[in-house]
């Protein structure tokens, strides 16, 4: 079992920036393949923001973020990072971290990932 709890959401302006950090713990040592942010607004589907493999060091982004939100790993720490900069209100929703055990080439759905954390709200006012 692999437990993954979020934190660094909150308030911010448009145009601010926010951390989210996600923190790993139990089995993961060398199962988990891919580590992954995904958002949910109100009303809407969980949707794919970002993707970190672990043994490549590949990064993707959803269009709607690139150039603007950065996700990074410290695998020592068991920790994955989501740096989200010139924030837009479009960008509100609750962030999830997800961790993929389960081989297989896609990391962009939901389906991909074995295990997610419990989210952490992210609000972005104009």
Known sequence: ??????????????????????????RTSS?????????????????????????????YYVDSVKGRFTISSDNAQNT???QMDSLKPEDTA???????ETWGPSHHTTQDYDYWGQGTQVTVSS
Request: charged share 10%; glycine share 16%; proline share 2%.
């Open 80 to 82: 994955v990072y989501l």
């Open 31 to 59: 199962s988990i393949y891919a580590m992954g942010w995904f958002r949910q607004a109100p009303g809407n589907e969980r949707e794919f923001v970002a993707a970190i493999w672990r043994g490549s060091g590949y990064t």
């Open 94 to 100: 609750a962030y999830y971290c997800a961790a993929k």
């Open 1 to 26: 079992q692999v437990q993954l709890v979020e934190s660094g959401g909150g308030l911010v302006q448009a145009g601010g920036s926010l951390r989210l950090s996600c923190a790993a713990s139990g």
